[in-house]
Structures are given as structure tokens and as C-alpha cells.
């Protein structure tokens, strides 16, 4: 089952199609290479989940892989953000400065902006008051070293790989890239994870016949309802 739907995922993102699928599924040598496309051999080098790096590749063709990397990176680690069963009504409350009216992967660009104010001109952070920030904000600072630490793994890999150095995210938000366009990223590598409200349910449809609702610890939770969803689980 799980070979299964590592090709499903791997056909969504167009990293193979159906015809190749089968090719590859017939072969026993373990060589799978000619049944990539020429996505698929662009993901091969990429250290991520292929939705991931998916979601990279189409950063990099609409312009936004200075957005796209930090919330890219943010998707592959633990989310940093902590809600200790004890003080869940505190922590929501200080997670609130972080959210987005829009979106939760958004909610990414706005904790990663909030520690720019820590990082050194040299390089490096005062950790000092990033540690007193985080504990203060219900964020764990070991996280946010890790989601950092991936960011500037990424960033070499596309350098790497023959593209220019990405640029770090501005702290304007307003020099920040559209809405509407990181989500048509996002959406090239979860074509599958949407879901569509049904009224009668109450309850968000996905593809499959999946249901699904918002997490109450989403900044969606309680609000305006939309009625399209993207997630990534």
C-alpha cells in the first residue's frame, strides 16, 4: 500500500506519468531513473518530500522562492508553535499575533518575520532574547533553529543545482510576494489536498470521499468559513 501511494504522490506532482508508472512497476533491477520525467529527475535531487520540492520548483518559475523556502521548510519540520494542554487558551492568544486571516501557511511568513528582529547583521541570532521571545510566545527555539537550519540547506541545494543564491525574506511585508500566487504554488504540490465545504455535513469533503475539519488551533478556526480549503497533512 505504501509503494502504492508513494507513485500516486509521485504522478500528482508529475514526476511520472501513468505510462512510466507501470514501466517502473515491471522492473525488478531497482532502476527507476528512466521513469522520471524531467520534474521527476529535478525532484530526485532536491533532500525533500516531493510535494515539497515540488512546491519549490513552481516558487522558482513564478518568483517566489524567498516566500516558498521558509514556508516550504516550516512544512518539513515540527510546526514550532507549542500548545501545552494546560495553557492552551494562553498559548492560542500569543499565537495570535501570528495569524493570517487568509491562511495558515502565511502564518509561516509571520513567525519567521518576527525573528528577524533576533538575527545579528554578521549572521546568527542574539539568543538571549530570541529564547525569552519564544518561551513568551509559546514557540520552541530548538524548532526554529532546525526550520532555519533548513531553509539554508535548501537554499544551497538551488544554488547548487544552477540558479542564483535565494534572497532572504524582506521584513516589509508589503515587498512580499501575492497571496494568491504562493497558494498556486502550494496547490502544484498538493493538487489533491483541497476540500470543498458541505453544508449538510457541517464538515470539509476531500478527494476520496476524505472528511475533515479545522484544526482549533488553525488561525481559520472560528472564523470566516471558506469554502475551498488547501491542507497539508
Known sequence: RAVTEGYATLEE?????????????????????????????????????????????????????????????????????????????????????????????????EIWSAMSQF????????????????????????RMMEWESVVKELSRALTERGGKRPLRLPDDRNKWGDADEIHKCLLAGMPTQIGEWDKEKKIYRGTGGRLFAVFPGSGLFGGKRPEWVLAFD
Open 119 to 142: 538575527r545579528k547583521p554578521e549572521g546568527g541570532y542574539w539568543r538571549g532574547k530570541m529564547r525569552n521571545y519564544c518561551q513568551s510566545s509559546f514557540l520552541s527555539m530548538r
Open 13 to 109: 506532482v508529475g514526476a511520472i506519468t501513468d505510462g512510466r508508472r507501470r514501466k517502473v512497476e515491471r522492473r525488478a533491477d531497482g532502476r527507476h531513473a528512466d521513469g522520471l520525467t524531467a520534474v521527476g529527475r529535478e525532484l530526485a535531487r532536491l533532500p525533500l518530500d516531493p510535494r515539497l520540492g515540488r512546491i519549490l520548483l513552481a516558487a522558482r518559475e513564478r518568483n517566489l522562492l524567498r516566500e516558498m523556502l521558509v514556508i516550504v521548510a516550516g512544512l518539513s519540520v515540527m510546526d514550532p508553535r507549542e500548545r501545552p494542554a494546560e495553557k492552551e487558551a494562553e498559548a492560542d492568544k500569543a499565537h495570535a499575533k501570528f495569524d493570517h486571516v487568509d491562511s495558515d501557511f502565511l502564518s509561516f511568513l
